[in-house]
T-cell receptor
Framework: GQNIDQPTEMTATEGAIVQINCTYQ??????LFWYQQHAGEAPTFLSY????GLEEKGRFSSFLSRSKGYSYLLLKELQMKDSASYLC??????????FGAGTTVTVRA | IAGITQAPTSQILAAGRRMTLRCTQD?????MYWYRQDLGLGLRLIHY???????GKGEVPDGYSVSRANTDDFPLTLASAVPSQTSVYFC?????????????FGAGSRLTVL
């Protein structure tokens, strides 16, 4: 089975930086994904890491350490529209995605 | 607009009734999935299909069945609904079952079983 842990909630101020950590234990590993989900909407893809290191995409960056079973999503220059749930997901040996419970980020003015 | 269409958007159902959630995609993706999302538990895989004509069980398959008669459609059936199946159901698809398997999700179907 898969075990994926991430914090339940985080709060930050507009313009600030927030880092969402994700730790995982899986049988097999074929990549780690981050999805964003606004309340009442479908999840949408943010990033994918399969090798160790940092992937940067505009204001969002994602980091992976396979040896530590650890990833983080970094959100910079926070905007009100970034208030959402952020889902960490791991692709295991059979390429199926298993999701963490999600981290709800609230951005305050 | 290309994407995934789910129906119904929302449904209230009496326990014991049969219900089929519909999912159609127009992206010609090979793989399709059904997840349920419950507060505090995240998205859990119910069933999946890597290609038309094949299906497989996910993490929580009991009480659900699927079929994949063609590439576009992937209906999820609850043969006899129970209150624990109250959830938001998301259908998803991807263009492959390996590598950077990025999922595209439908808007979801909110099901309440009384």
């Amino acid at each position: 089975g898969q075990n994926i842990d991430q914090p339940t909630e985080m709060t930050a101020t507009e313009g600030a930086i927030v880092q969402i950590n994700c730790t995982y234990q899986t049988s097999g590993f074929n990549g780690l994904f981050w999805y964003q989900q606004h309340a009442g909407e479908a999840p949408t893809f943010l990033s994918y890491n399969v090798l160790d290191g940092l992937e940067e995409k505009g204001r969002f960056s994602s980091f992976l350490s396979r040896s530590k079973g650890y990833s983080y999503l970094l959100l910079k220059e926070l905007q009100m529209k970034d208030s959402a749930s952020y889902l960490c997901a791991v692709s295991s040996g059979d390429y199926k995605l298993s999701f963490g419970a999600g981290t709800t980020v609230t951005v305050r003015a | 607009i290309a994407g995934i269409t789910q129906a119904p958007t929302s449904q209230i159902l009496a326990a014991g009734r049969r219900m089929t959630l519909r999912c159609t995609q127009d992206m010609r993706h090979n793989a399709m999935y059904w997840y349920r999302q419950d507060l505090g538990l995240g998205l859990r895989l119910i069933h999946y299909s890597n290609t038309a004509g094949t299906t497989g069980k996910g993490e929580v398959p009991d009480g659900y069945s699927v079929s994949r008669a063609n590439t576009d459609d992937f209906p999820l059936t609850l043969a006899s609904a129970v209150p624990s199946q109250t959830s938001v159901y998301f259908c998803a698809s991807s263009d492959g079952s390996s590598g950077a398997n990025v999922l595209t999700f439908g808007a979801g179907s909110r099901l309440t079983v009384l």
